[in-house]
């Protein structure tokens, strides 16, 4: 389904039906970027006019990525979630009256995904 850990979810509620769907949320910000204004759709992600411009200029560099593959499919491994817990931790250090929705602001996530970072530091500290 394309989710992953951290992925924020929409849910939808068929009652008629009697189903309940999950599918990967998909913010209304620019995929790349982060811009919220002339953005349009493409391949599920908004992506804004300037980085489309990017794209077509060719002015992107690669960023490697480790590709374990297992069977027929393809999985991709990141270490972002220990440099998140590392950034987070820092921020808590740093800011200890921030709120959760100011950490995720700064580190570019959902306050869901700093929740779940939070409840990992507590449990590193145990």
């Known amino acids: 389904?394309?989710?992953g850990i951290g992925?924020?979810?929409e849910i939808f509620v068929d009652e008629s039906e009697g189903m309940l769907?999950?599918?990967r949320y998909v913010g209304v910000t620019c995929k790349m970027c982060g811009a919220l204004d002339n953005l349009s759709y493409f391949r599920d992600a908004f992506l804004c006019a300037d980085c489309i411009q990017e794209l077509k200029a060719?002015?992107?560099?690669p960023v490697?990525?480790?590709v374990v593959v297992t069977g027929k499919k393809v999985r991709r491994t990141y270490s972002k979630h220990e440099i998140m817990l590392k950034?987070?931790?820092g921020?808590?250090?740093q800011y200890p009256s921030y709120t959760q929705k100011q950490y995720a602001e700064i580190l570019g996530v959902s306050?869901?995904?700093v929740s779940q970072l939070k409840s990992k530091l507590r449990e590193q500290r145990q």
């Open 64 to 66: 490697p990525v480790n």
């Open 1 to 3: 389904m394309g989710i």
């Open 7 to 9: 992925d924020p979810l």
């Open 91 to 93: 921020l808590i250090e």
């Open 21 to 23: 769907v999950f599918r």
């Open 58 to 61: 060719g002015n992107v560099s």
């Open 87 to 89: 950034k987070l931790r």
């Open 111 to 113: 306050q869901c995904r």
